[in-house]
């Protein structure tokens, strides 16, 4: 079981806001920068923010990211079909090495 | 733009060795670290492990004592071995590129199933 724990599922309405928080500890995020990953069924993981909150060339601004002591977040404003995917943080552990999140399903309703 | 093309046997048998290759095609290879990842069936991603273009290792301590990762940086690539594969090495595996502290970018990822 991953040591960086995010909700099972979020889901808004099309143009809408979901926020997916991921909860790790002080050997974790609390102590390195956070990523994140958008994972669509059959493709390769992409990366959407690196460094707790930054955007690679690319990725649409609405993709944002944030970190505040043990936690970071992955807010998606505008939602779109498109986005329907299942989403990863990820970060080192003083302990374990990499590790990435439980994994988050976005449903847009 | 760097891409990764991977390959390798797909179907194993229990106890059977895992090898997948990786190549890195258009962009640079020294000075980055490369990784590899896995998912199983219905569960998030696993990290396994990296290596840095000069050989350099580090594994999950969970899949330490069955994981070699290597680099041939003659032909660009990185191969992983895993020993000993059970059922529930059944997995999506995926090579990356990891830069400092991201994987970007990824493989097509290569589906491996143990069976007997």
């Known amino acids: 079981q991953s040591v960086l724990t995010q909700p099972p599922s979020v889901s808004a309405a099309p143009g809408q806001k979901v926020s997916i928080s991921c909860s790790g500890s002080?050997?974790?995020?609390?102590?390195?920068?956070v990523s994140w990953y958008q994972h669509l069924p059959g493709t390769a993981p992409k990366l959407l923010i690196y460094d707790n909150n930054k955007r690679p060339s690319g990725i649409p601004g609405r993709f944002s990211g944030s970190k505040s002591g043990t936690s970071a977040t992955l807010g998606i404003t505008g939602l779109q079909t498109g986005d329907e995917a299942d989403y990863y943080c990820?970060?080192?552990?003083?302990?374990?090495?990499?590790?990435f999140g439980t994994g988050t399903k976005v449903t847009v309703l | 733009q760097v891409q990764l093309q991977q390959w390798g046997a797909g179907l194993l048998k229990p106890s059977e060795t895992l090898s997948l290759t990786c190549a890195v095609n258009?962009?640079?290879?020294?000075?980055?670290?490369w990784s590899w990842i896995r998912q199983p069936p219905g569960k998030g991603l696993e990290w396994i492990g990296e290596?840095?273009?000069?050989?350099?290792?580090t594994y999950n301590p969970s899949l330490k004592s069955r994981v070699t990762i290597s680099v041939d940086t003659s032909k660009n690539q990185v191969s992983l071995i895993l020993n000993s594969m059970t059922a529930a090495d059944t997995a999506v595996y995926y090579c990356?590129?990891?830069?400092?502290?991201?994987?970007?970018?990824w493989g097509q990822g290569t589906r491996v199933t143990v069976s007997s």
């Open positions: 990356a590129r990891l830069s400092k502290n991201w994987f970007d970018p």
């Open positions: 990820g970060t080192w552990d003083s302990s374990l090495g990499r590790v």
């Open positions: 290596i840095h273009h000069d050989g350099s290792t």
């Open positions: 002080s050997s974790n995020i609390g102590s390195n920068y």
């Open positions: 258009g962009g640079s290879f020294s000075g980055y670290y």
